[in-house]
């Protein structure tokens, strides 16, 4: 990484909001990631249906593969946008763990906002920053270390497909957001 080319053309859309979120809380511990509290909350079905809107102006049709993880927001988006798209269920790949949320540690079920703020600042230090572990067993990450997931996922979808368009939902915006900084080459603090 950077990337100078691509086999594929990649549509990356972040999942509708989750109940949790609907709450005003983060909830990344992969434990719950089939929880209906991890579900798409009614405002996330209304985006899911922008979503839809923008990647048919952007040319998506159902000759697409949409690669969700198995967090239940994400694989309801997709469920829902192959229904919009007529695409079979044959082509959802549900991904298992490169794209869970990015892993909060100490901040789980805390308020969004002030996790978001706590991770900006943290960031900025340095791409191998972490928050502190939390005791429930759910994981801490780095920018650098979901770096490491995304990539290895770039790198299946890369092998397993030449000339596709691959819709990749996340049930977070970082997985997103680090993996385009990572192609583009820039700096992911």
Do not use: M
């Not at 994400?74 to 490169?98: C, D, K, N």
């Amino acid at each position: 990484l950077p990337v100078q080319q691509l086999n594929n053309t990649y549509y990356l859309v972040r999942a509708g909001q989750s109940v949790a979120e609907s709450e005003g809380y983060i909830l990344t511990n992969p434990v719950s990631k089939t929880s209906l509290t991890c579900g798409l909350s009614r405002e996330g079905k209304q985006q899911v249906l922008q979503t839809y809107r923008q990647l048919r102006e952007l040319g998506l049709d159902e000759a697409c593969w949409l690669w969700p993880s198995i967090t239940q927001n994400a694989y309801q988006t997709a469920e829902i946008l192959a229904s919009l798209l007529y695409v079979g269920r044959s082509r959802i790949v549900p991904e298992f763990s490169f794209l869970d949320a990015r892993g909060v540690g100490e901040w789980e079920r805390f308020p969004t906002g002030e996790v978001a703020a706590a991770l900006e600042v943290g960031d900025a230090l340095a791409p191998t920053w972490r928050p502190a572990p939390n005791v429930d067993g759910t994981v801490h990450e780095s920018s650098a270390d979901v770096l490491v997931r995304v990539r290895q996922l770039l790198s299946i979808l890369e092998t397993e497909y030449i000339g596709e368009s691959v819709v990749i939902v996340s049930p977070d915006s970082d997985n997103l957001s680090v993996l385009q900084a990572a192609c583009l080459g820039v700096d992911l603090r």
